[in-house]
């Protein structure tokens, strides 16, 4: 079962076991430069605000609340990453295999979506290990950012990859591990524990008219609110190797929920609510000598999807479409970098 | 507050204070009451359970900085959220009953009545 708490998505397998539980929110954060260089971690600025979809039924193209699930505000040419925590304080964290795809785009693989995990290749993230997820995996120890971008526009992951802008968004599917394989990693925790114990003490409404111009008037309505997403600027991050085997998850108590990207400028025309600000520049941020952020792991990485890798960045995508100038490309200087540790919070302080 | 509430709270906030600290030194006393806009000896003071917890904002702002959940950590120093209380205040007595209903269910029936994110087609 998925709740929303807190703009965050928190996963929870009760029927499998207490513990089985994390949280997800969606943090924004600065576009980094599509200059060609490889950017070290920005900061988490703020969750986005996410809402049931259905309680804007009357303000929503009717396809957007067929898929159920949520909704959340974006400028276009936003960055954003994936934070996923425990809802757990300390030790005890409960494993779990994550799907996260774009437009329906696998965002580890490239590949489309499909329901059950692979394993070669791996097209899943492995809950707690991978603290977030900045974007598109592209090359080992490198990602493309999340940046949103109009659909319609073959911007998009999505329309690079199908030649179609139908869903845009993002999807998300989580499968806990399995209970008897939980139970034998919590013994050999304790285990752990216990030898370095002082290491761990702690829309309309039926105006008559043909059906085609009404699906034609949705359609374009869509087009207009809908945002997906598509690579931007080069990262440093690793997407971990799963260490269990794909038998020790879970597959037939999956969680699954669809993220609609709404345009943030029809954000207050959807939901009543003030528009949410306008996005602190990379420049700014640099300008400002704040803190970027560094996270390695002596863990297997995997390697970068060839697919991925193919798809066009923003750099190259962003002027074609007849989208307005933005400057995409200028390099900013990063400023003091913090190196983060086992337990890595990169989320900036309100 | 009796003092076994206060030593509570004090231990769980240095505690998970401390965890972090290992980790990340940005977490040291002086830091964190710096950033939830305390004196360090004031924090230093809650931790010990030498005085009552902080206000409802200060308790938040400790939870948001050391990851915990606002309202395990209100409840934790005796307190209830502002914004439970008036969802109390406005229908007290369906929510008392509620309440005294769930008291000793187990978590997995209480969040069968809780609303969750709904699936579609996709």
Redesign the interface.
């Given at each position: 079962?998925?709740?929303?708490e807190?703009d965050a998505?928190v996963f929870?397998c009760?029927?499998i076991h207490?513990k089985a539980q994390f949280s997800l929110s969606f943090q924004r954060t600065l576009r980094i430069p599509d200059d060609g260089r490889d950017y070290p971690l920005p900061p988490g600025l703020g969750r986005f605000s996410l809402r049931?979809?259905?309680d804007y039924a009357k303000r929503v193209p009717e396809r957007w609340?067929?898929?159920?699930?949520?909704i959340l505000p974006m400028f276009q040419a936003e960055a954003m990453w994936l934070s996923f925590?425990s809802?757990l304080?300390?030790d005890g964290e409960y494993p779990f295999a994550l799907k996260v795809a774009t437009g329906?785009i696998n965002a580890v693989t490239g590949a489309p979506w499909s329901q059950p995990l692979c394993r070669d290749p791996q097209d899943y993230l492995v809950l707690p290990e991978q603290p977030w997820l900045d974007g598109y995996s592209v090359e080992k120890g490198i990602i493309r950012q999340f940046v949103a971008a109009p659909m319609g526009r073959r911007i998009t992951v999505e329309e690079q990859l199908t030649g179609e802008a139908e869903?845009g968004g993002i999807?998300l599917l989580a499968y806990p591990m399995k209970r008897e394989r939980f139970d034998r990693l919590e013994a050999e925790r304790r285990k752990i524990a216990a030898e370095f114990s002082d290491l761990f003490a702690?829309e309309s409404d039926g105006e008559p008219g043909d059906a085609f111009i009404a699906t034609l008037r949705e359609t374009v309505l869509e087009m207009r609110c809908s945002l997906g997403l598509a690579p931007g600027g080069r990262m440093h991050q690793q997407i971990f190797e799963d260490e269990f085997n794909v038998e020790d998850w879970d597959q037939e108590h999956g969680s699954?929920?669809?993220v609609t990207i709404a345009n943030s400028a029809d954000w207050t025309s959807i939901t009543g609510e003030a528009m949410p600000s306008k996005p602190v520049t990379a420049r700014d941020y640099a300008a400002a000598g704040l803190h970027w952020y560094d996270y390695y792991a002596e863990a297997p990485a995997l390697d970068g999807s060839t697919v991925l890798q193919g798809v066009k960045s923003i750099a190259n995508t962003w002027g074609d479409a007849g989208q307005d100038a933005l400057d995409l490309v200028t390099s900013v200087a990063v400023g003091p970098i913090v190196q983060?540790?086992?337990?890595?919070?990169r989320e900036m302080?309100? | 507050l009796q003092p076994k509430v206060l030593t509570l709270f004090g231990n769980h906030v240095r505690?998970?204070r401390?965890?972090?600290l290992?980790?990340?030194r940005r977490y040291s006393l002086r830091q964190v009451a710096q950033?939830i806009g305390v004196e360090p000896a004031y924090l230093s003071k809650v931790e010990r359970g030498e005085v009552a917890p902080p206000s409802e904002e200060t308790i938040c702002r400790l939870a948001?900085?050391l990851?915990?959940?606002?309202d395990a950590l209100l409840a934790l120093g005796g307190k209830v959220s502002s914004d439970l209380r008036e969802i109390i205040r406005a229908r007290p007595k369906l929510f008392a009953e509620l309440l005294r209903e769930l008291k000793a269910a187990p978590?997995?029936a209480v969040?069968r009545i809780?609303?969750?994110?709904?699936?579609?087609?996709?």
């Open positions: 079962m998925i709740t929303l807190d998505l929870r009760p029927e207490p049931h979809i259905e609340l067929r898929r159920g699930g949520i925590g809802c304080s300390f329906k869903w999807q702690f699954r929920c669809f983060l540790g086992a337990r890595p919070v302080q309100d | 505690h998970a401390e965890a972090r290992q980790a990340d950033r948001d900085d990851g915990e959940d606002r978590d997995d969040l809780v609303r969750q994110v709904r699936d579609g087609d996709w």
